[in-house]
């Protein structure tokens, strides 16, 4: 039996580097992944406290945040084609103005 | 060390070692491919929690669905390798710093909170998925129906976003 705060540790250091990679990369599309990668660290999470708590309240809201994690993704990649089309690069540095 | 403690840190491992490649790789196709890594081992996390369920849909969705997304699009836009200016170097060390405080002060905070919690758990076992589908079709109905205005929403959105204008 593992205990459950060494998932919500890893949980949190996933997130961490989800954040750090947030910060630190460049390109739009890396950046979207390491959004990913913190909602998958939420995940973890729920699931987690799910299992010590013997409810399956947390494994629902998984499933919510996956259905949201997906339209997000098909909404957030059309955003990015429609940038690179426009830019005709996908640095974010190029990307400091509201106007098209 | 119990199997399930050995198995527990294997799969941690990757994980972390998944998505520090995800930071280090400078190209964004290798970035994806490492986040895929990220979710087949947290995969086999939510198998090792006892969530079968769960560990199929971050699989199908996750693996499956959102990543191919992903590498369509970088494949589709030609990315190449990013570039960092200067500025961009500098906010590595403060973001490195934020990153680091506030990973520490979430696992403090709730391994903390998570005593009190195993203390309180009844017997630690998860339900199983029929559970999980009455509680989604009972308790959360609403919010079940919501998604799929979401979802709606989204592919609406996605395709006129996409869509090329009429010249």
Redesign the interface.
């Known amino acids: ?21 947030f ?5 739009i ?2 950046m ?3 959004i ?2 913190m909602l ?1 660290a939420v ?3 729920f ?11 947390g ?2 809201f ?3 945040v ?10 957030g ?6 940038i ?1 089309r426009n830019r005709q690069s ?2 974010v ?1 190029r990307v400091d103005l509201l106007k098209l | 060390m ?1 199997p ?2 050995a198995v ?1 840190f294997v799969l ?1 491992a990757l ?2 070692a998944g ?2 490649n ?2 280090l790789q400078k190209h ?1 196709i290798h ?2 491919l490492s ?1 895929i890594v ?2 087949v081992a ?1 995969a086999g ?2 198998l ?4 079968e ?2 560990a199929a ?2 699989i199908i ?2 693996g499956g ?2 990543m191919v ?2 590498v369509f ?2 494949m ?2 030609n ?1 190449g390798v ?4 200067s ?2 170097k500098l ?2 060390g403060p ?2 710093l ?3 405080a ?3 002060f ?2 403090a905070t ?2 903390r909170s ?2 009190s ?2 203390a ?8 199983p998925t029929r ?2 589908s009455s ?2 079709f009972k308790e ?1 109905v609403y ?2 129906e919501l ?1 799929s205005f ?2 709606l ?3 609406l ?2 395709a006129v ?2 869509q090329r204008e009429k010249s």
Do not use: C, W
Request: proline fraction near 2%.
């Open positions: 039996m593992v205990p459950t705060s060494y998932y919500i540790i890893l949980s949190a250091v996933l997130f961490g580097l989800g954040v750090f990679a910060i630190f990369k460049r390109n599309i890396t979207f992944m390491s990913e990668l998958n995940n973890l999470a699931v987690a406290f799910s299992q010590a708590l013997g409810k399956p309240d494994q629902v998984v499933l919510f996956v259905v949201v994690a997906a339209a997000e993704a098909a909404v990649l059309g955003i990015i084609i429609l690179a996908l640095n540095e | 119990t399930q403690l527990f941690a994980a972390v998505a520090i995800l930071i964004p970035s994806a986040l990220v979710m947290l996390l939510y090792l929690l006892g969530a369920f769960v849909v971050q969705v996750y669905a959102i997304l992903f699009v970088i589709l836009l990315a990013e570039e960092h200016t500025l961009s906010a590595g973001g490195l934020l990153a680091v506030l990973a520490g979430i696992a709730v391994a998570s005593d919690v195993q309180a758990a009844q017997n630690g076992t998860l339900a559970d999980i509680m989604i959360f919010p079940f998604t979401l979802v929403v989204a592919i959105g996605a976003l996409a």
